[in-house]
């Protein structure tokens, strides 16, 4: 773990509405592994106007880096149930980067902090991520950040014209 923190998580404002639709609108800075085939839906101003891009079933928040406080990413997270009690929730995380602080360590820095977060404000046991399997650079930062690679979903996304497997990383509340 890095002693000082390079980036910090920050809520969506609405001042970033603009970016983020900008962000969204940029195929080229996106990771291929997001790309959905999709067109982006506009940042929800009605939403943002009214409070942060949380609840207790998902949420957005802005990666900064700290040096300069621009706005290099998002990270996301939403509810994943494991059986019909709230007991059973665990939280499944993402993160998009800007193309120019991928491969930065930012990343795996940013998943820790959001999990950290995750775990300090909810009462869930786990969370989650999965990745391409061919994503080796997002296996590598989900383990840095402290996950446990549990298996593969076969078949389970569908993205860019075909399904693809998936590896599943975990990290419990007991693991930090």
């Known amino acids: 773990m890095t002693a000082d923190p390079r980036i910090r998580l920050r809520d969506v404002t609405l001042a970033d509405?603009?970016?983020?639709?900008?962000?969204?609108?940029?195929?080229?800075?996106?990771?291929?592994?997001?790309?959905?085939g999709e067109a982006p839906n506009p940042a929800p101003r009605e939403v943002l106007r009214s409070g942060p891009l949380r609840n207790e079933h998902n949420g957005v928040l802005i990666v900064e880096r700290m040096s300069d406080a621009a706005p290099i990413g998002t990270v996301g997270w939403h509810v994943v149930r494991y059986g019909p009690n709230p007991g059973s929730d665990a939280w499944n995380i993402g993160i998009?980067?800007?193309?120019?602080?991928?491969?930065?360590?930012?990343?795996?820095e940013a998943q820790r902090q959001l999990t950290d977060w995750l775990f300090a404000n909810t009462t869930v046991n786990r969370v989650e991520a999965q990745?391409?399997?061919?994503?080796?650079a997002e296996q590598r930062s989900l383990a840095k950040a402290g996950f446990t690679r549990e298996g593969i979903a076969r078949g389970?996304?569908?993205?860019?014209?075909?399904?693809?497997?998936?590896v599943t990383y975990s990290r419990l509340r007991d693991d930090r």
């Open 156 to 166: 389970s996304q569908f993205r860019a014209g075909g399904y693809h497997d998936l």
């Open 17 to 36: 509405a603009d970016l983020l639709d900008t962000w969204g609108q940029d195929e080229a800075a996106r990771s291929a592994f997001n790309d959905f």
């Open 96 to 108: 998009e980067l800007r193309p120019e602080a991928r491969g930065r360590g930012f990343g795996t």
């Open 131 to 136: 990745t391409d399997v061919e994503n080796v």
